[in-house]
């Protein structure tokens, strides 16, 4: 079985890719398959959540890319940025993980929160998409800024078993 516990930045080659929806990517201890069949072990520091396109490389070398999968979502749009602003307080007032877009707010599908922001003016659309919540502030882990906007992790995410 390969195990993958090594986040990387680039490689040379890509041996295959896997598509996972959010909740998978969001656990730290997993197994799955890869499209080959092959059985495939994840082993992440707790609090890492594998984003899409990340690369992670297994005990073997071979390197594996992670593609989002695309999920039952609502998108939201507003009239005006602060109606958005007050869909996004309310989402988050209910600890919804929300991902931000520059005009839109996106979550996964569920038909309370939508009613709620309905009621706030809210135009909530179902869609198939990418789901890429925000991290949160109070995120761990072992992450480098280098100026490009995105934080890379370096060397094993966990302990190899």
């Known amino acids: 079985m390969l195990t993958l516990n090594t986040k990387v930045d680039h490689a040379e080659s890509i041996f295959a890719q896997l598509v996972l929806p959010y909740e998978m990517r969001e656990s730290s201890r997993f197994r799955t398959n890869l499209p080959s069949g092959e059985e495939v072990a994840i082993f992440t520091t707790r609090g890492t959540v594998l984003r899409h396109n990340d690369l992670l490389k297994g005990n073997d070398g071979r390197v594996v890319q992670i593609i989002a999968a695309h999920e039952p979502t609502y998108r939201v749009t507003c009239r005006t940025p602060h109606d958005l602003m007050r869909c996004a307080f ?3 007032n209910r600890h919804t993980q929300t991902q931000i877009g520059e005009t839109f707010l996106r ?19 179902e869609e198939k998409a990418q789901f890429e919540p925000e991290a949160g502030a109070y995120t761990g882990g072992e992450h480098h800024h280098h100026g490009d906007g995105h934080y890379h992790a370096h060397g094993p995410l966990a302990p190899i078993p």
Do not use: N, R
Request: hydrophobic share 45%.
């Open 90 to 92: 309310h989402l988050g």
């Open 107 to 125: 979550i996964h599908k569920d038909e309370v929160l939508k009613q709620m922001l309905e009621g706030l003016g809210a135009v909530v659309t």
